[in-house]
DNA sequence: CATATTTTATACCGTTTCGCATAAAAATCT
DNA sequence: AGATTTTTATGCGAAACGGTATAAAATATG
């Protein structure tokens, strides 16, 4: 019959805590230079019980891209607080976009996905379903709140609210890439309060 | 006394011609995953001949962004002819951009730095530099393009070109991103046009 | 308490990695 | 022609790589 606990030796881990230490690993490294023995170390799971857990490398990076998107649509529908203007939404998206970017122990790691799994997405198709569907899923979710915007005037109505949130989607790529190329801070907010203001209309 | 011929064997290849050989493995691997046996073959040359001619693999990797480098300031200032109407400019440095970046053979390699130096940024100091580097040295091609417009009444005189470029960059950037991950030619066109509508004024 | 099951720990395996030592080959210089 | 210099070719070698075999440890089941 069933139980609650399952039978064997217990885990002597969290599989969501392993998931977000081996993601700090490929954040820095990316996926190709981060080894299992740094993987091992950093997550202090011994490699058999990685594979045991998580499957292989790749699936492993998998995972933490995974994480990685749902965090970040977590974040994304934070920023986009209905109950605020437009303007204060896509600032809020930016400004939390970049706390994330710049943080970093010797350099700003930009963003996970487009810093990381670009550089795969030639050589593993799933890698590159997961990036084009993050990047797909991050539109839409401003997509439907520049549609709103269009209903409540905030934006005119002949608006485009799929364009306008590519467009507010490529400032974000831009600060991902920039943040991770070495750009300070201050060049990165007046990107972001440009974009805002680009796409917002001037204040 | 000195010669116009170097004395000893002459080198059986082009700097140039190798260098580029490398840069197409570089492009679809990134730089960890490209092994040096990998570039031995594609380039044709043992690897005592690779590192007598260019050092070790970070070397000769950054040899390939350099080149790289250079191919897109000429074709950036190709397409910024002042020749031509701002709108065009723009209109013709996402169209180039795009030729370069949906080429590929197992898939759209998107653009070579953009795509393989942000994974290495952090690890790799030397080419975080050459990659913030590039990407200011884009912007401010564009930005000089931006100065003319403002003086020719192409743009609004309170118009800033630094910042408009900066916005004018992010468009690319994102195509870049966008193009590796798989979305398609007519989108990320349809990307390009809204971008120059945003910034040009839409027509 | 014995058995079954799952996780952990150690150690190992074959392969690939980067880089170089060594020597042959091809040119110039004296 | 012989010496010198530089490049090419072969192959090595130590280290790191991803992955796994094996056995001990820790739990549930009967």
């Known amino acids: 019959m069933k139980s609650e606990k399952k039978q064997g030796r217990p885990r002597a881990f969290d599989a969501k805590t392993v998931i977000g230490r081996a993601r700090e690993v490929f954040w820095d490294k990316g996926f190709s230079a981060?080894?299992?023995?740094?993987?091992?170390?950093?997550?202090?799971?011994?490699?058999?019980?990685l594979y045991g857990a998580f499957g292989d490398k790749e699936e492993l990076y998998l995972d933490a891209l995974e994480d990685y998107r749902e965090d970040s649509m977590d974040v994304l529908s934070e920023a986009l607080d209905p109950a605020l203007p437009l303007r204060e939404n896509l600032a809020?998206?930016?400004?939390?976009?970049?706390?994330?970017?710049?943080?970093?122990?010797?350099?700003?790691?930009?963003?996970?996905?487009?810093?990381?799994?670009?550089?795969?997405?030639?050589?593993?198709?799933?890698?590159?379903?997961?990036?084009?569907?993050?990047?797909?899923?991050?539109?839409?979710?401003?997509?439907?709140?520049?549609e709103l915007a269009v209903e409540?005037?905030?934006?005119?109505?002949?608006?485009?609210?799929?364009?306008?949130?590519?467009?507010?989607?490529?400032?974000?790529?831009?600060?991902?890439?920039r943040a991770r190329a070495g750009d300070t801070r201050e060049t990165l907010e007046a990107l972001a309060r440009s974009g805002v203001d680009l796409i917002c209309g001037r204040k």
């Open 34 to 49: 981060a080894s299992l023995d740094t993987l091992s170390a950093a997550t202090k799971l011994n490699r058999p019980s």
């Open 92 to 146: 809020s998206v930016y400004a939390r976009a970049l706390k994330i970017y710049l943080h970093g122990d010797t350099a700003a790691r930009g963003c996970f996905l487009i810093s990381t799994a670009t550089a795969e997405a030639i050589q593993h198709a799933r890698i590159r379903e997961v990036l084009g569907r993050s990047l797909n899923d991050f539109d839409d979710a401003i997509k439907e709140r520049m």
């Open 152 to 177: 409540r005037g905030e934006l005119p109505t002949d608006a485009d609210p799929a364009t306008l949130a590519r467009l507010a989607s490529a400032v974000m790529h831009s600060l991902a890439v």
